[in-house]
C-alpha cells in the first residue's frame, strides 16, 4: 500500500512540475535524487498530517481497582440454653431429733453375773420440729447388743414430749469386764437421727473402768 502511494506521489510531481515549467528548454530536468527527497518530505507530511487527525488513545496506566464488597460481622447469637440454677449451699436440717435426758435403771458401769438378765431404761425427748411417728425404730447400732432387741413405737411422740425407752438385755457369759451397747432412733425407712444412748455395763461384779 505504501509503495502505491509513493508511486502515486512521484508521478504527480512529476507532472506538476512538467505542466509548471514555462519551457522544456529553458528549465532543466529534475534530478532524480532532488525528486526522491521531494517524494519523501510530502509522505512524511501526510503522515504526520493523518497522525495528527486521529485521536489520540488513552492508555490508563493504573487500573481502576473494584472495592471489595465488605464482610459483614458474624451474628452473636444468644444462648438458648436454659440457665442452671447453683445449688444452694446451705443443708436443711431434719425435723426429726432425740435428745438424752437420763438414765432411768442401770447406770453407767453397773455390776452384773454373766447371763444377768435386766432391762435398761433410757429417758428420752423429742427436741425437732416434728413429731415422731408410729412405726418409728429405738434400734442397736454397735458394739454389744446383749440379747436387746429393737424397740417400735407404738403411737406417735409430740415435739418436746418425753419418753422412757425400755430394752430387756441379758449380760454375755463368754467375757467379763465392761461391755458396751449403743442404741439410736430411726425413722420406719431406716434414717437415724439425734443423740445415740448406750448402756455400759461391769460383768463379773467388779469395778471397771467406764467403756470408751
Excluded at 185 to 201: K, L, N, P, R
Amino acid at each position: 500500500m505504501r509503495r502505491k502511494l509513493i508511486s502515486f506521489l512521484i508521478i504527480g510531481i512529476v507532472l506538476f512540475t512538467a505542466c509548471n515549467s514555462p519551457s522544456a528548454n529553458l528549465t532543466p530536468t529534475p534530478d532524480a535524487n532532488q525528486i526522491q527527497t521531494n517524494v519523501v518530505e510530502t509522505y512524511a507530511a501526510i503522515l504526520t498530517q493523518t497522525a495528527s487527525a486521529q485521536p489520540t488513545a488513552t492508555v490508563e496506566l493504573f487500573a481502576t481497582l473494584t472495592p471489595s464488597p465488605t464482610i459483614a460481622p458474624l451474628v452473636t447469637l444468644a444462648s438458648t440454653l436454659p440457665a442452671i440454677p447453683q445449688a444452694t449451699a446451705a443443708a436443711t436440717r431434719s425435723c426429726y431429733s432425740m435428745a438424752f435426758v437420763s438414765d432411768v435403771t442401770i447406770p453407767d458401769n453397773t455390776p452384773v453375773t454373766p447371763g444377768q438378765t435386766f432391762t435398761k431404761t433410757w429417758k428420752v425427748v423429742n427436741n425437732g420440729t416434728c413429731a415422731w411417728e408410729a412405726g418409728f425404730k429405738f434400734a442397736f447400732t454397735s458394739g454389744e447388743a446383749m440379747s436387746g432387741v429393737t424397740y417400735t413405737l407404738p403411737s406417735a411422740v409430740a415435739v418436746n414430749a418425753t419418753l422412757d425407752i425400755s430394752i430387756a438385755m441379758t449380760a454375755p457369759t463368754n467375757r467379763t469386764g465392761a461391755v458396751r451397747g449403743n442404741w439410736r432412733m430411726s425413722t420406719a425407712a431406716g434414717q437415724f437421727f439425734g443423740d445415740e444412748v448406750y448402756v455400759i455395763v461391769v460383768v463379773g461384779g467388779t469395778a471397771a473402768t467406764s467403756y470408751p
